[in-house]
């Protein structure tokens, strides 16, 4: 992540978690599967009456449009589950040198997560072309995605803030942000974060500026990247009291 992301993850301890239809990467996040459709309307065709037929493609529709209400209540964090850091990595989460990667495991991230109203999980890859989803729960929508991002070998934690009232008013409603955007649970950053990274062409006074920011929050000194061998200085630099 660029280092404002960073600062106010650790700034503020809460974790910045976008609104599902807000992806820029992905036009199809939450969307249902031309696979899942094709399904849909082969159960249709046989059909033994009309009726049942009717009723068939009735839920069908139904299920449509529950999956465009619920997609812009779904809040989302994204995590990369890959055992090292990548080229394809550090190019589409960051913008430049003045970034880190944060490194945690599985379950420190579900350790920081509110039970009553979030899941986390590893994203499935499938066709969207061939491929139904596995069931009706409306949060296979959210926890699976086009084949194409299978490099990204996603870790996912997922808010849906179509919930009673008790529990939206007690746990969702006072983290949304003033644009409605995104939510922004608490969260323990000591607990959450086992590691950070240098971005590969990190500068000396960039990994001093991170080292600053990780002691003031008891945080791990940053760790130079493995992909450059050219930050051996920086790494000295930035463990710096």
Not at 216 to 225: C, E, I, N, R, T
Request: with cysteine.
């Amino acid at each position: 992540m660029d280092f404002p992301k960073f600062d106010s993850l650790v700034t503020s301890q809460r974790l910045y978690m976008r609104r599902a239809d807000l992806f820029l990467n992905d036009e199809y996040e939450g969307t249902t599967p031309a696979g899942d459709i094709d399904y849909w309307n082969r159960q249709a065709a046989a059909a033994k009456t009309a009726e049942d037929r009717a009723a068939i493609e009735s839920q069908r529709e139904q299920l449509a449009e529950y999956a465009e209400t619920f997609r812009r209540h779904y809040f989302v964090s994204c995590w990369n589950m890959a055992e090292s850091e990548n080229v394809a990595m550090w190019e589409r989460y960051t913008t430049g040198p003045e970034s880190v990667a944060v490194v945690g495991t599985y379950l420190s991230l579900g350790s920081q997560l509110n039970p009553d109203v979030m899941h986390y999980g590893m994203v499935r890859y499938i066709d969207y072309d061939t491929t139904p989803l596995p069931s009706l729960n409306m949060l296979q929508r959210i926890s699976h995605k086009r084949h194409f991002f299978a490099d990204e070998r996603e870790v996912r934690a997922v808010m849906c803030a179509i919930a009673p009232d008790e529990i939206r008013q007690q746990h969702i409603d006072p983290h949304v942000t003033s644009d409605g955007c995104g939510w922004i649970p608490p969260v323990n950053v000591q607990s959450l974060i086992k590691q950070v990274a240098l971005h590969p062409k990190a500068s000396p006074d960039f990994a001093r500026k991170v080292a600053d920011l990780c002691a003031k929050h008891s945080l791990p000194a940053p760790l130079p990247s493995k992909m450059s061998g050219t930050n051996a200085e920086v790494c000295q630099l930035g463990r710096r009291t």
